[in-house]
């Protein structure tokens, strides 16, 4: 059985920083990419980041570019969202997820796998 379980959501003011971490088992970063996406209350689902474990490199939804970072412990299944600088429209809940491959369009329409989310309030 595949899992992914998310910890480390919580309040915050806006300008404030907070770490999200997502342990996964059942499936190896081998089989997938890892990575993040929010949905706020009568919003879209948003692509936060993703990451290619074979390579390292990232992508970032332009939202959140520059003040987010993810990371990658491939040997422990781990995955990290490093949140600095944020405000709030970074609201939402943030959900640990992973695709075939790291990018926009799989993150948005050929998700796989994700966990059950977080919840992410930024104060103003």
């Known amino acids: 059985e595949v899992q992914l379980v998310e910890s480390g959501g919580g309040k915050v003011q806006a300008g404030g920083s907070l770490t999200l971490s997502c342990v996964v088992s059942g499936i190896t970063f081998a089989d997938y990419k890892p990575g993040w996406f929010r949905q706020a209350p009568g919003k879209e689902r948003e692509v936060v980041a993703c990451i290619d474990t074979g390579d390292g490199s990232p992508f970032y939804g332009s939202a959140v570019k520059g003040r987010f970072t993810i990371a990658a412990n491939n040997a422990e299944n781990t995955v990290l969202l490093q949140m600095n600088s944020l405000k709030p429209e970074d609201s939402a809940v943030y959900y640990c997820?992973?695709?075939?491959?790291?990018?926009?369009?799989?993150?948005?329409?050929?998700?796989?796998?994700w966990g059950r989310g977080a919840q992410v309030t930024v104060s103003a």
């Open positions: 997820a992973g695709a075939e491959l790291c990018s926009a369009t799989y993150y948005y329409t050929k998700l796989e796998y």
